[in-house]
């Protein structure tokens, strides 16, 4: 088993590291800090699984996972998250996630849904498992920002932790205009007037770390 831990936070990385080894002795470990580095280290090695978390340097989660699944179609992704699965577990399960869990996991259900993902089946927590068979995920679903492409949905975030338009465009690599651009469009997709009332949406619907 080899097993590629994605996480921006060093101590989380080795937090995971060393639960899974107790778990997994015979495990081969990577780790990488950003979604370049992902990308990198699957290209270079052969990976039988990959852990990774939704907000990273760069590249947000969905725009990641779809180009790791775009390019190792059969490696299967656990999502660990600090968000909670109300906000992020739909979205990274339609874009190739085997399974997802908050970073409120316990120890033991991580190592179960590891097991289960390696060989082949997917993973949902018993409390979204619940949701998803009872349909509740539809008010999810439904919300104004599940409309939000996955880099739009990236703007959004940063616009609601307070980074202004040209921040934005040096952390995305991107032009001013190209974000202005999307924010026109998440304004008119959420029927809002301005970055105030955007901000007041990711907060109040804890988008945001």
């Known amino acids: 088993m080899?097993?590629?831990i994605a996480d921006d936070h060093a101590v989380v990385r080795r937090g995971l590291k060393q639960?899974?080894?107790?778990?997994?002795?015979?495990?081969?470990?990577?780790?990488?800090?950003?979604?370049?580095?992902v990308l990198e280290l699957i290209g270079k090695g052969k990976w039988t699984l990959l852990l990774m978390d939704v907000t990273m340097p760069g590249r947000n989660g969905p725009e990641i996972l779809k180009e790791v699944k775009r390019l190792h179609p059969r490696l299967p992704v656990l999502v660990l998250s600090v968000h909670s699965e109300d906000q992020?577990?739909?979205r990274m399960l339609k874009a190739g996630a085997a399974?997802?869990?908050?970073?409120?996991?316990?120890p033991e259900e991580l190592a179960t849904a590891v097991r289960k993902v390696f060989a082949g089946s997917r993973y949902v927590s018993a409390s979204l498992a619940e949701k998803l068979a009872a349909g509740l995920t539809n008010e999810v679903e439904n919300s104004p920002h599940q409309a939000l492409s996955d880099r739009e949905f990236h703007v959004i975030r940063m616009i609601g932790s307070g980074m202004t338009v040209k921040e934005i465009a040096a952390e995305l690599s991107l032009s001013v205009k190209t974000?202005?651009?999307?924010?026109v469009r998440i304004l008119q997709k959420m029927g809002m007037k301005?970055?105030?009332?955007?901000?007041?949406?990711v907060v109040e619907n804890r988008l945001t770390d």
Do not use: H, M
Not at 194 to 201: F, G
């Open 2 to 4: 080899r097993i590629l």
């Open 19 to 37: 639960i899974l080894a107790d778990e997994f002795p015979k495990a081969v470990f990577g780790e990488a800090a950003n979604g370049s580095e």
């Open 88 to 90: 992020f577990a739909v």
């Open 99 to 106: 399974g997802y869990l908050t970073k409120e996991t316990a």
């Open 179 to 183: 974000v202005s651009t999307y924010r």
């Open 194 to 201: 301005n970055s105030a009332e955007l901000t007041r949406y």
